[in-house]
């Protein structure tokens, strides 16, 4: 661990104690970290403080040691913002972007930065029904659904978000879910509006399905588009001053590659990923071939 890995973890801590109406709280869900350990990390008292320490802190509340340089994208800003806003004022956005455009690692990034401040973060997926998705959001929540059927579990959603402060869910490949889970949202807005945020995240697949389900006359979509203000909010995509700076993130500097890689990426951050694993397996496989 480099004093820059260790320096970022305790901002994390920072940010992560805040959101807890005490510190000791807060570290009582740090599994395997003690209160004087956590007292030491805060006050810049990091001797005798070992590596594996660090990731065990650093893991639990969010740190990822692959991508432990934020590269803050125009995209990634963008989605901060409208994170932020919907927290703080119960409102609900939907914002749309190409595949591998960073949504996922925006949202879980703004979800384990507010860790204890009520946001939950959803990936959702084509097999949920409307049992399966209240029982995950609960699940969310720290709240057990078993034992409950659909009514008591929405009941169950409600009550408790409308005792806390400024809660946020954050529906992320949204445009998985099927219409009759969907149809929930304008539930959800209705007895939350104001008081929770709900932010959706997706390729605009989920645009074009609510417009031909306007167009179609289908139940309910024009209250869903009402809902999110009528509106589907763009990503622009990555600029090639920002590629370059992802890269050089993950440890490609040479020009010659990194021109390569914008070039074929096609606006897909994952291509990125698997530029830098593939990397890895060359070098490691000259590796083999010296010592061979």
Same mark, same amino acid.
């Given at each position: 661990m480099n004093l820059e890995q260790k320096q970022q973890i305790t901002k994390l801590l920072q940010a992560y104690v805040q959101g807890f109406s005490s510190q000791k709280q807060a570290i009582n869900l740090l599994e395997g970290v003690s209160e004087a350990t956590v007292i030491n990390i805060l006050q810049n008292k990091w001797n005798g403080i070992s590596d594996a320490m660090w990731r065990n802190v650093g893991k639990q509340i969010g740190w990822n040691e692959r991508r432990s340089k934020l590269v803050e994208t125009q995209d990634f800003s963008?989605?901060?913002?409208?994170? @932020?806003?919907?927290?703080?004022?119960?409102?609900t956005f939907a914002v749309v972007g190409a595949a591998g455009s960073g949504k996922t690692y925006a949202a879980r990034y703004y979800t384990d930065m507010m860790k204890g401040r009520n946001v939950y973060y959803m990936e959702c997926a084509e097999y949920w029904n409307k049992k399966y998705f209240l029982a995950e959001l609960l699940r969310s929540m720290g709240r057990n659904a078993s034992g409950l059927n659909v009514y008591e579990m929405m009941d169950e959603v409600v009550s408790t978000l409308r005792k806390q402060d400024h809660p946020l869910i954050i529906l992320d490949e949204v445009d998985k879910l099927k219409d009759e889970v969907l149809y929930f949202f304008i539930t959800l807005y209705n007895k939350l509006h104001g008081m929770c945020g709900i932010v959706w995240t997706s390729t605009d697949n989920i645009a074009n399905r609510i417009e031909k389900g306007i167009n179609r006359n289908r139940k309910g979509f024009q209250e869903i588009k009402s809902r999110i203000g009528r509106k589907f909010i763009a990503l622009n995509g990555t600029s090639k001053n920002e590629v370059v700076q992802l890269c050089e993130a993950n440890g490609i500097t040479e020009e010659i590659e990194i021109n390569r890689i914008y070039n074929e990426y096609g606006g897909d951050l994952r291509r990125i990923d698997r530029f830098y694993l593939r990397r890895i397996v @060359?070098? @490691?496989?000259?590796s083999l071939k010296k010592v061979s």
């Open positions: 963008t989605l901060m913002l409208y994170f @932020s806003i919907a927290q703080d004022h119960g409102e @060359s070098q @490691s496989n000259t």
